[in-house]
């Protein structure tokens, strides 16, 4: 019993909840309306959205590669989702599942590709996120859909837990509680994190590699097509430009939350709640510092220290870890 | 001539020959004045572009802020000129120096911390690029000095060849002399094949890796500054739209991103084969949002093809094994 609590204290996420409440405090002394339940329901907004978006990348690193097409991805599903509900009439339940299909399907292609040529996902995903972008803007010639059914949109403002909360963010949590199960419980889910840790041993061992990769991509590609999902509720339309010049703009958030959370690069180690705590850090970071007025412009500056202090704390934590049990 | 065809570009040369070809037959305007000299410019900084992506693939990273350094250095450079009324001469070579140490703070980061080269520079990619927002707070800089501006438009003689494009053709001869020639380029082969071997026989991983990155930066300040010559001013996102175009010329021209083998003058054709068919699309009046999906497709096809070659070559040597 005594044991298991110093090792929870050395775990990454002990660490970034530390972090987390440290930052809520500074930031709700220092600031106005930080704690005003405006703010607090637009930023439960955010995270939601973040977290997911972390967790489409986190199930690609775990198989030590990376999936840059992830946010061309998620519009291509939103794109696909407005036209299915706008021009086709397709009612909501069955468009969502269209979208998560389509997400999951792009997913299939990268993961097809990488594991078929044996290059680096990188260079597939590079190259996917401009055929997927570029085929989204051609197709609908960068038009937004922005007549989506009411009950579709009214979800991403509906306010929860007197008004503080959104329920987007609720789905993005039951999301993480889905995916520890699956990565500690199921059977599929130790395979994945088995191929991912060591192909070699885990092909040794009977384990299809390659299609735990193609799964691992797949899974990407509906987590991207989720996250969509709550981005255009919140949005309330779809836009070809919600993600930026070819998705990029969640390529950020896609790497510090699972970066920050202690998944590793390598592949093979993942922490489900780890990435939701880093999403949590980093959106809080933000929003802390659009009040404390630092100015729009030098917001990504800060991001990109963040990230750069984050993965150095993460590689001195290792080395103090290490060098302790060797000592013991 | 016989040594000729067994370079691994012979292939690329064919493709760049046959497809300039084909598409001066169907359209004879791709080789009309105008549309050679514009073909050139773009030429001009995509091929430094490239070769600043090729040296860090050469050591088996990549650098995702390759346009952030040249955005910032474009920027920088423009504003030295327009706000402090620094001459030309000394603009240039702050910028250059902006950029080296950009690429510096890449490199030992990296080799300090240990930490993949793709995350670091994901960070410094937006340290740069925040950088270059808050110092220009996304407004360009329109006064550039009349020097810079003729040196942007200049062509040689009554040639359409733009005077720009002498830069770049210098640089991938030094770049090339560099690679093949010099000691220096050798270990950062070595050292991309196998880090380990690469130590063993004494070659310093940080000396590699820092003068990868420097040199990385110092190309990418000198794309950043043509840019600026080219646009006649300096805008905040100059170098946004790098990441494609900087992969797809080495990969293209059948660099392995594990590292250890790229080539510049296959990384010059592939720069050349994603020119011509961009501007062929354009001439055919092409969706231009068809450009992005066909350069994906092109990165794809490279991909194929070079593992196809690897396939063959493989095979040969089982057979060979075998006898």
């Known amino acids: 019993m005594n044991k298991k609590i110093p090792n929870f204290i050395y775990t990454n996420q002990f660490g970034l909840l530390c972090l987390v409440l440290i930052f809520t405090l500074i930031f709700s002394t220092s600031t106005d309306g930080f704690t005003s339940r405006f703010n607090i329901f637009a930023l439960s907004r955010v995270i939601a959205i973040d977290i997911m978006i972390g967790l489409a990348m986190m199930v690609v690193i775990l198989t030590g590669g990376l999936n840059l097409a992830l946010g061309a991805i998620g519009v291509c599903a939103a794109m696909f989702g407005g036209w299915c509900m706008e021009v086709l009439g397709i009612p909501i339940i069955p468009s969502i599942l269209l979208m998560l299909g389509m997400g999951s399907f792009l997913g299939w292609i990268n993961g097809i590709i990488t594991v078929k040529t044996g290059v680096h996902s990188f260079v597939v995903t590079l190259a996917t996120m401009s055929i997927y972008f570029g085929f989204m803007t051609m197709l609908t010639e960068a038009e937004a859909f922005r007549r989506l059914p009411e009950l579709f949109t009214d979800f991403g403002s509906a306010k929860l837990f007197n008004k503080y909360v959104s329920p987007l963010l609720l789905v993005s949590v039951a999301t993480c509680f889905a995916l520890f199960y699956l990565f500690r419980f199921t059977d599929i889910g130790r395979k994945l994190i088995a191929a991912g840790a060591n192909p070699e041993a885990a092909e040794l061992s009977g384990i299809s590699v390659n299609r735990m990769f193609i799964y691992c991509h797949m899974l990407s590609g509906f987590l991207g097509a989720l996250a969509a999902i709550l981005l255009t509720t919140r949005i309330g339309a779809a836009i070809p430009s919600m993600a930026g010049q070819l998705g990029m703009d969640w390529l950020l958030p896609a790497f510090l939350a699972p970066v920050i959370g202690g998944t590793l690069l390598s592949g093979g180690k993942l922490s489900v709640f780890g990435t939701m705590l880093g999403a949590v850090l980093v959106t809080l970071l933000t929003n802390g510092l659009y009040l404390l007025d630092v100015g729009e412009f030098w917001i990504r500056f800060f991001l990109g220290i963040i990230l750069l202090l984050a993965v150095l704390l993460d590689r001195t934590r290792e080395y103090f870890t290490l060098k302790s049990v060797i000592v013991s | 001539m016989a040594a000729l065809f067994k370079k691994d570009w012979f292939g690329l040369l064919i493709v760049v020959i046959v497809s300039g070809l084909a598409i001066a037959v169907l359209k004879p305007a791709f080789l009309s004045p105008f549309n050679l000299y514009v073909l050139m410019v773009s030429i001009s900084y995509m091929l430094i572009i490239a070769l600043a992506q090729m040296i860090i693939i050469a050591i088996g990273q990549m650098n995702l802020s ?41 490199g030992y980061i990296t080799v300090r911390s240990g930490i993949s080269a793709f995350i670091i520079t994901l960070a410094t990619l937006y340290i740069f690029k925040g950088i270059n927002l808050g110092i220009t707070e996304a407004e360009p800089f329109y006064n550039i000095p009349e020097t810079v501006k003729n040196f942007g438009n200049a062509k040689i003689g009554n040639t359409p060849i733009p005077f720009l494009i002498i830069i770049p053709i210098i640089i991938t001869f030094l770049m090339w002399i560099f690679m093949n020639r010099t000691e220096t380029g050798r270990h950062m082969l070595a050292y991309g094949n196998s880090v380990q071997s690469a130590e063993l026989i004494g070659i310093s991983s940080s000396k590699v890796v820092i003068t990868a990155h420097v040199i990385s930066g110092f190309l990418a300040a000198i794309a950043g500054m043509l840019v600026v010559c080219r646009l006649q001013l300096g805008t905040p996102n100059i170098g946004d739209s790098w990441l494609l175009p900087s992969f797809a010329a080495p990969v293209i021209g059948g660099a392995i991103l594990a590292g250890g083998k790229v080539d510049v003058i296959a990384t010059s054709l592939g720069v050349l084969i994603v020119a011509i068919i961009s501007q062929a699309l354009v001439i055919f009046k092409i969706d231009p949002f068809f450009v992005q999906i066909f350069l994906g497709v092109m990165i794809l096809l490279a991909v194929f093809v070079n593992r196809y070659r690897e396939y063959k070559q493989e095979a040969r040597r089982k057979i060979f094994s075998s006898e």
Request: glycine fraction near 18%.
């Open chain 2, 66 to 106: 390759v346009g952030a350094i040249g955005g910032l250095v474009a920027i920088s450079f423009s504003g030295l000129m327009e706000v402090q009324q620094v001459s030309v001469p000394v603009a240039v070579l702050i910028g250059l120096i902006i950029g080296m140490l950009c690429g510096f703070l890449n």
